[in-house]
């Protein structure tokens, strides 16, 4: 007599597909896909939605493998207890495992008067549509501010002022993640296209036309887009699972949950013994390819292998026309190279569709996908000094 396992992915995105595809290695699962919106966002180029010149989606039907069984809906608990996810609709599922791969939200901070009205955050579909909405109704002239110089602030801020807009970006740091020469790449590019880059500001105040800055300065906004910090869907907390201080699922190396053997996380949302890795799509892909395999594992009678993906840069898009990547150890620290202009440009395309074509192919022939493994996670690990 077969038996079927029962395994719902929570999360449609990088890794919830990638870990749902891969599980399809074997016949006797039966995958179960949970996402809030019917298509696959391309989060990499939401800034490009908003700018007008990609819609940062795919259909399902290109990346997800046809056994895959989709539910367009949100998970509100899991209750791990008796094996069930509980959904927005009333509905729920049962399982047998349940990946956990939630990804991460784009808040915008309470502690900042007027940003939660003002302000508009770009991390997820539903936000970047809404500030699309509304740079249509500002004049290509008007003056737009964005706050935050992560990777996401800086691409938002060339891919806006190559559209011809006036755009300052206020940051504590420009490009804290990048080596000295990467950086220098990057604010040299800002500078071509326009961009005004304040430094070392805190942002104190967000109105409705504008922002004010700690050291009492006024900056004249029609928009401001805030890109400053990631966060997390509570999920996890709200079913009464252990996670670390940002709301990540606490797991073990293996991406164990470390509350309930049944259940694994994979992506943003993962805090691998309290130590996560840098959220992006880059390392959401190994850490699905991962989950699954920690599952396929525990079903073959086989001990499940410890995480220990590579990290091999960061690819920065300055526009459709300019670039930087910026070279890594495998522990994702920064190496003082880097690639520049439009080769840069080019390398970071074929990066965004080579994310999706990665996708696809684990669909059509799961197992496919691979990444090598970084070799230094469990000694620094060890050491207590694993940087992300």
Known sequence: MSTTTRVVVVGGGYAGVLAANRLCQRADIDVTMVNP??????????????????????????????????????????????????????????????????????????????AAEFAYPLGEFESANRLAARLADVPLQAPIVVVGGGLTGIEAAAEF???????????????????????????????????????NATVTRVEKDGILLR????????????????????????????????????????????????????????SPSGVPLRMSCQLAMPLGSHAADTLLARLDGRKPKDLNPASVGQCISLGRHAGTIQMAHFNDEALPMH????????????????????????????????????????????KGNFSV
């Open 37 to 114: 919106r019917p298509q696959f966002v391309e989060r990499i180029r939401l800034h490009q939605l908003v700018a007008g010149n990609d819609d940062a989606i795919e259909d399902y039907s290109a990346v997800l493998a046809d056994s895959v069984k989709l539910a367009v809906d949100c998970a509100v608990r899991i209750d791990a207890g008796v094996r069930k996810l509980r959904l927005a609709s009333g509905s729920s599922l049962d399982y047998d495992y349940l990946i956990y791969a939630v990804g991460s939200t784009a808040p915008v901070p309470a502690s900042v008067p007027g």
């Open 161 to 199: 002022a190559e559209a011809g807009r006036s755009v300052t970006l206020v940051t504590g740091a420009l490009g804290p993640s990048l080596a000295k020469g990467g950086r220098r790449s990057v604010a040299n590019r800002l500078t071509k296209l326009g961009v005004t880059v304040l430094d």
């Open 215 to 270: 050291d009492g300065t006024r900056i004249p906004s029609t928009a401001t887009v805030w890109t400053a910090g990631f966060g997390v869907p509570t999920l996890a907390a709200d079913s009464g699972l252990r996670t670390d201080r940002l709301g990540r699922l606490l797991t073990d190396e293996t991406l164990t949950s470390v509350d309930d053997p049944t259940i694994i996380a994979a992506g943003d949302a993962a």
């Open 339 to 382: 690639i520049g202009g439009r080769l840069a440009a080019t390398i970071k395309e074929s990066v965004c569709k080579g994310t999706v074509s990665f996708l696809a192919k684990e669909a059509r022939k799961p197992g496919s996908y691979f990444w090598p493994r970084g070799g230094q996670r469990q000694k620094n690990l060890t």
